[in-house]
């Protein structure tokens, strides 16, 4: 058959659901074709063979789309990412294991119908951004000759950029999940650290390493998370995905305010800067607010990735074969880990001390934002520029990537144009800890905005979500003494709330001031006639806070869904009907202040 050029999930599902193709046809024919590009992109270090393969598509027989939400859709494995009874190499042929079992995140893909196609290449134990530190072959662009894919996740980019899997696995420390990604035309997912699990992954920092998702959009990257970030046992570093970050918290986007570095570094670019321009037009264009930030802390945590103890913890996976076999590790890689066994406690606990002040400086910094924009690589390098000085070159790539694990954000890059040699050229929003679904929301509008073409000749043809995008910020909406300066405003402020918008509710309600308790409480009530629009105001505080927030709230007034002028619902006062017992009706004044200031003019 001819080779399907659209493998995106809801292409895959239609096609299997009408009967014009079967996993098998389609995983074999997309096997042979990996297999005729890999000499020109040394992609793959093991492709499945047909009786590798035969037990998972197998185990679709009698099977559906409508009963597995990943029927027969395949993707590749990064080598460093265990798949049972298949070597890991990790891209060190002396370090060669095979697992008797698949890493967790694997076996969940399986477990949904998803088939695994083989293991891709990769920078040597996950240490580089560029993708050519493999004795398996260097990995070049997908587009351009002349440079990288991108690594260290170069043969999951590959895969998925040249056609040949739907999605694919990374890993990403230091940017190895989104500086690929970008550099072919795709979508990163770096998600918060523990929300994936990385059980059955070779690290490289154990305590930074996260499993990425390599797709054409946004929105695939949103339902293969939605699908995964589960809990596991077997990983000591997996944390609970809350629920403000699950699978319905991708959506639409209303108004956000993004960071944009004030220091913006482009290394002599001459394209980077107009693109990454564009790129905050866009987000602007789609409501977003740009606020100036001082990037000089992120680019200061950024520094110490390279500078010590998380040197040292990559040295305990691989300094052991160095020790024994150096010559089995590539000499750009022990030149990376050679001061490692240097590194003592006391200046394990000084970076430590360190990051955690730029950690909590950069934290108020992003308080009041929805995300931050920056470019995926300050300047693309060529694969000639990386052979005349590879470690500076590799270190150009990762300016701005490599704090983001050290800090703990969720980050994702996302296409946002192209050089005009042809090369792509993306974007990375990120953002607080499980902010993932929001991040990937934004990524998904931003996609839609640009139009841009996707890999593989696939299209963008999901509408915009009809629910609105969540983050890990509540809206609640306020009529009453919670209004901003009134009294009981500080029990917002406290929260950490911020006054989003000052509006009117549809005309729909009518206001009361309540009997008894504290003077002039007001009630809001929803009604079918001789509603009117109440003045009110919007305001945002930590979902954390949000239940503290409730149980403070005394009878009979509540939290509910308030309908505003736009026509959007979101959380607000509202009043049980029992409760206008005796209460005044004050509808005509049009809201708390107007009815405050009729008081004060007796």
């Keep these: 058959m001819k080779h399907p050029s659209d493998l995106r999930l809801s292409a895959l599902k239609t096609a299997y659901s009408n009967g014009s193709l079967t996993p098998r046809t389609l995983i074999h024919s997309l096997c042979k074709r990996a297999a005729a590009l890999n000499p020109e992109f040394n992609l793959f270090i093991h492709l499945c063979s047909e009786e590798q393969l035969e037990p998972y598509l197998a185990a ?118 989104r500086v690929p990604a970008a550099l072919n035309n795709l979508v990163g997912l770096k998600a918060s650290k523990g929300l994936l699990s990385t059980a059955g992954v070779v690290p490289a920092c154990r305590s930074l390493d996260c499993v990425t998702y390599f797709t054409a959009s946004a929105a695939e990257a949103s339902q293969l998370l939605a699908l995964t970030a589960k809990l596991d046992e077997s990983d000591e570093y997996s944390r609970s995905n809350p629920l403000w970050n699950d699978g319905s918290a991708f959506g639409a986007i209303r108004t956000f305010r993004f960071g944009v570095p004030r220091q913006l570094e482009f290394l002599g670019c001459a394209e980077s800067p107009a693109l990454f321009a564009a790129a905050v037009e866009q987000l602007q264009a789609l409501g977003g607010e740009a606020v100036e930030i001082d990037f000089a802390p992120f680019l200061e945590a950024a520094r110490l990735l390279y500078a010590g103890p998380w040197v040292a913890e990559r040295y305990s996976v691989a300094g052991a074969l160095i020790e024994q076999q150096p010559e089995a590790v590539l000499p750009v890689i022990r030149a990376v880990l050679e001061k490692a066994p240097d590194v003592s406690g006391v200046d394990t606990f000084r970076a430590q001390y360190h990051l955690q002040a730029l950690k909590a400086i950069c934290d108020q910094l992003m308080a009041d ?56 050229w993306g974007v990375t929003l990120f953002g607080r800890v499980f902010t993932d679904q929001y991040l990937l929301s934004l990524a998904a509008a931003l996609q839609r905005q640009t139009a841009l073409p996707l890999c593989g000749k696939r299209t963008l043809d999901a509408p915009a979500p009809a629910n609105p995008a969540r983050n890990d910020r509540a809206r609640v909406v306020v009529c009453g003494a919670h209004l901003d300066g009134l009294p009981l405003n500080w029990q917002l402020k406290q929260r950490g709330g911020r006054l989003l918008e000052a509006t009117h509710s549809s005309p729909d309600y009518q206001l009361y001031a309540l009997a008894g308790g504290p003077p002039f409480r007001p009630g809001m009530l929803r009604v079918t006639e001789g509603g009117v629009a109440i003045e009110v105001e919007v305001w945002e505080l930590p979902s954390s806070e949000l239940g503290s927030f409730l149980t403070g709230i005394p009878a009979p007034l509540g939290l509910g869904k308030v309908q505003l002028a736009d026509g959007r619902w979101e959380t607000g006062f509202i009043c049980e009907p029992y409760g206008l017992a005796g209460a005044s009706d004050i509808t005509h004044f049009g809201g708390w202040r107007a009815f405050l200031r009729s008081k004060a003019n007796r």
């Design 60 to 177: 679709l027989d009698g099977k559906s789309p409508a009963d597995l939400p990943l029927y027969g859709v395949p993707f590749a494995i990064k080598d460093n990412i265990d798949l049972a009874g298949v070597p890991t190499t990790a891209a060190c042929p002396a370090f060669t294991y095979v697992p008797e079992r698949s890493a967790t995140i694997v076996e969940q893909l399986i477990a949904l119908g998803a088939i695994p196609l083989g293991k891709t290449n990769l920078d040597q134990f996950a240490t580089g951004l560029n993708g050519t530190r493999s004795p398996y072959g260097a990995c070049r662009n997908s587009v351009h000759p002349d440079y990288p894919s991108g690594g260290s996740s170069a043969g999951s980019s590959l895969a998925v950029a040249l056609g040949v899997a739907s999605f694919a696995l990374g890993t990403d420390t230091a940017g190895s999940g």
């Design 369 to 424: 934002l929805d995300c931050v924009l920056t470019p995926a690589y300050p300047r693309p390098v060529t694969l000639a520029e990386l052979a005349a000085a590879p470690v500076q070159r590799n270190s150009d790539l990762g300016y701005y990537t490599n704090f983001m694990n050290m800090l703990d954000y969720a980050a994702v890059a996302v296409p946002a144009g192209f050089m005009a040699n042809g090369l792509p």
